[in-house]
């Protein structure tokens, strides 16, 4: 098994134990490909949820970039309610984690597809 497949299952036990649901494997390794490199490093690795310029990459390069919705309120709403279902006191938010459950949220599997 290669390291990220090992991140991958990590990611699902994440998804199972922190978050309550079951992860679809198939999206969780496109979303975790689609991070690219940034799985591998241990800062880029992560979503600093206390920062809010962090929250704000993540809208602008994942949100607006990657699954192509328009700039509104409603994003920054759905990456709170990602983080809260996270857990706010999880020091660790995997960036996978928290983009697959963007991307179950605003229904944009197909980008992935």
């Given amino acids: 098994m290669g390291k990220r497949d090992e991140l991958i ?4 036990e994440d998804l199972k134990s ?3 649901m079951e ?5 969780l390794t496109k979303v ?10 241990a800062d880029s690795s992560t979503v600093a949820s206390s920062q809010p310029g962090e929250l704000e990459t993540v809208k602008e390069k994942f949100l607006v970039k990657k699954l192509g919705l328009a700039d509104g309120p409603e994003l920054m709403d759905a ?3 990602v983080i809260e279902t996270y857990g706010q006191s999880e020091r660790n938010k995997y ?6 459950m963007l991307t179950k ?6 980008v992935y597809g």
């Fill in 105 to 110: 949220h605003f229904g944009k599997e197909a």
């Fill in 18 to 20: 922190k978050c309550g």
């Fill in 32 to 41: 975790t490909i689609g991070c690219g490199p940034a799985i591998y490093n």
């Fill in 79 to 81: 990456i709170h309610a």
């Fill in 9 to 12: 299952e990590k990611y699902a």
């Fill in 95 to 100: 960036r996978a984690v928290v983009y697959y």
């Fill in 23 to 27: 992860p679809d494997m198939d999206l």
